[in-house]
Nanobody
Framework: QVQLVESGGGLVQSGGSLTLSCRSS????????VGWFRQVPDGQREGISC????????EYADAVKGRFTIRRSSDKNVVLLEMTDLRPEDSAVYIC?????????????????????WGHGTLVTVSP
């Protein structure tokens, strides 16, 4: 089955850390740009980080810059999002998506640019 599956979410105290994983099946994630998004109930889907297909370009939303790190795993089908200094406002469902249309050295925090596959998300809850 061709899909993206996120894992690694959970409950953590403010100031804590989590590492989220985005794993592809049915296709090689290393051949695609990847974005991480988060969504709260009744809220918009917010782009928080992306990595280009060739990994040359990485971007972060201002809200997570300096605290979150996106990187590709040695496993060609996995992209990680390392989150540190978590805050209650980081609580959301975190979703990854793959992109095949942007140039190799570009990535985007705009959900509209991700037309390939979307995962269903993993819940992150940060307590005060």
């Amino acid at each position: 089955q061709v899909q993206l599956v996120e894992s690694g979410g959970g409950l953590v105290q403010s100031g804590g850390s989590l590492t989220l994983s985005c794993r592809s099946s049915g296709f090689t994630l290393a051949l695609y740009g990847v974005g991480w998004f988060r969504q709260v109930p009744d809220g918009q889907r917010e782009g928080i980080s992306c990595i280009s297909k060739n990994s040359a370009t990485i971007e972060y939303a201002d809200a997570v810059k300096g605290r979150f790190t996106i990187r590709r795993s040695s496993d060609k089908n996995v992209v990680l999002l390392e989150m540190t200094d978590l805050r209650p406002e980081d609580s959301a469902v975190y979703i990854c998506a793959s992109n095949m249309r942007l140039p190799s050295a570009m990535c985007s925090l705009s959900a509209e640019r991700y037309q390939h596959y979307w995962g269903h998300g993993t819940l992150v809850t940060v307590s005060p």
